[in-house]
């Protein structure tokens, strides 16, 4: 990380990276106005500042973001927590996910789900929103319905602060998987 000026400007940056938290933009204001950005973002003589050119670039803005999110306070984080959509909940169900959560629950068949299924999952969400307050938050993709809804089960013995703490996790990891996702080939 380095506190080197950035070779692209906040609108830029914000506008191709302030959909990776799920209606957070503030992350990526935040993380740019802050000055903490990869170091690859001011190499002299890059041609696009703002592309991903590998995994390891990825990885780089992906931890400057999630310390971002880190530093933030329990209010912001949970802001953060409740501006996620339920799995296979109301959002997927009317089609008003993000093109990116809707492409990481169908990624894991969620958009397929049988009508037993589709009863497990609202159970299951409306089980963990009375226990936790907040939405059950899992980075889907590469898992499939059957494991996802052995993890609503299994989370739900976890206290408040451990799921918590476990959304966080699983929102770097989703913010991860977006940012792989930006990588030019």
């Known amino acids: 990380m380095t506190d080197a000026a950035p070779l692209l400007d906040r609108a ?19 993380a740019f106005d802050q000055g903490h950005l990869p170091s690859y973002l001011s190499e002299p003589g890059r041609s696009d500042p703002i592309e991903l050119r590998c995994s390891d670039e990825a990885s780089a803005l992906a931890a400057s973001l999630a ?31 993000t093109d990116e959560s809707n492409a990481e629950q169908a990624s894991a068949g969620l958009d397929k789900c049988s009508a037993d299924e589709l009863a497990r999952f609202q159970s299951a969400n409306a ?16 898992a499939d319905r059957q494991s996802i809804l052995a993890a609503f089960e299994l989370r739900l013995s976890n206290d408040k602060q451990v799921e918590f703490d476990t959304a966080l996790v699983e929102i770097n990891k989703i913010a991860l998987l977006r940012l792989e996702a930006l990588i030019k080939s």
């Not at 959909?19 to 204001?29: D, L, P, R, V």
């Not at 109301?90 to 089609?95: I, Q, R, S």
């Not at 089980?127 to 939405?135: I, T």
């Open 12 to 30: 830029t940056f914000v506008s191709h990276y302030g959909g990776i938290y799920e209606h957070s933009a503030w992350i990526a204001e935040r």
């Open 127 to 142: 089980a963990y929103k009375e226990r936790f307050g907040f939405p059950f938050i899992m980075a889907v993709r590469g």
């Open 67 to 97: 310390k971002t999110l880190s530093n933030s306070s329990d209010p912001e984080k949970l802001a953060l927590i409740l501006a996620h959509p339920d799995l296979v909940g109301n959002a997927a169900l009317a089609g008003e996910l």
